[in-house]
């Protein structure tokens, strides 16, 4: 992302791309007025890469994401809309032939566009601490024999994804009791998805630099606590 909002995500607020400002919005709010698994889906729209459509190569190369894909599927639509008037407290959402407008009380409409969709599916990602989602496709002009391997090499894969993957509950439980001091959750519901996943990135890597440490005094060897790996550039900030 070109502008650096790192700041703002730390104090929790709003962010201002070119005048349109995107609210802070709490993991409690969340969860008790839409729904964590419903919020996730919601997203959907801002996620989405060509690399999820199932389409050939050279239909891939033709089309643009948001003015043949999402402006086109009612439900991607409706997601987006829903998080576009929560993140930026808008009064209507409206789609015009290939534009999105958001519409304020007292300003200007904010005009989305295939030029700008993208900076703004980067701001919803990084306030949700979320990424693009990965596809990995297959290697072309495979054998039967090689498709079947591949298959069953990503189905394994996939468990092994699935069975290490880290719940929220798993990083609120860290962040709660994992430092020197419990953190209660009242407080952290009142932060932003982005503020809990930073707390509980700080909560173990400061607890591998202290583990490092009480290895180091005894091998005599500081690799493992020096330059890269030492507690301040843990906790720096960094996507």
Aim: glycine residues 4%; charged residues 30%; negative net charge.
């Amino acid at each position: 992302m070109a502008d650096d909002y790192n700041l703002q995500l730390i104090r929790q607020r709003p962010i201002n791309y070119n005048g349109l400002l995107f609210y802070p919005i709490s993991f409690g709010y969340i969860c008790d007025n839409i729904g964590l698994d419903i919020f996730d889906n919601l997203l959907l729209p801002f996620l989405i890469t060509k690399d999820c459509l199932k389409m050939t190569d050279d239909e891939l190369e033709n089309i643009n994401l948001f003015d043949d894909v999402i402006l086109n599927d009612q439900g991607m639509l409706s997601s987006l809309a829903f998080i576009l008037q929560l993140f930026c407290q808008t009064e209507e959402v409206t789609k015009l032939d290939n534009q999105i407008f958001l519409k304020f009380k007292d300003k200007e409409p904010f005009v989305i566009t295939r030029d700008n969709y993208e900076d703004i599916c980067q701001i919803i990602m990084k306030m949700n601490g979320k990424d693009k989602i990965k596809v990995e496709k297959p290697p072309k002009n495979m054998s039967e024999r090689q498709r079947d391997v591949w298959e069953k090499l990503q189905s394994g894969r996939k468990r092994e994804n699935e069975k290490n993957t880290i719940h929220i509950y798993d990083m609120l439980n860290v962040c709660e009791f994992g430092g020197h001091y419990r953190i209660p959750i009242e407080e952290i519901e009142n932060w932003t998805l982005w503020k809990i996943m930073n707390c509980y990135k700080a909560r173990v890597n400061m607890k591998t630099y202290d583990d490092s440490l009480k290895i180091c005094l005894v091998s005599g060897d500081g690799k493992s606590i020096s330059d890269k790996n030492h507690w301040h550039h843990k906790l720096m900030v960094r996507d």
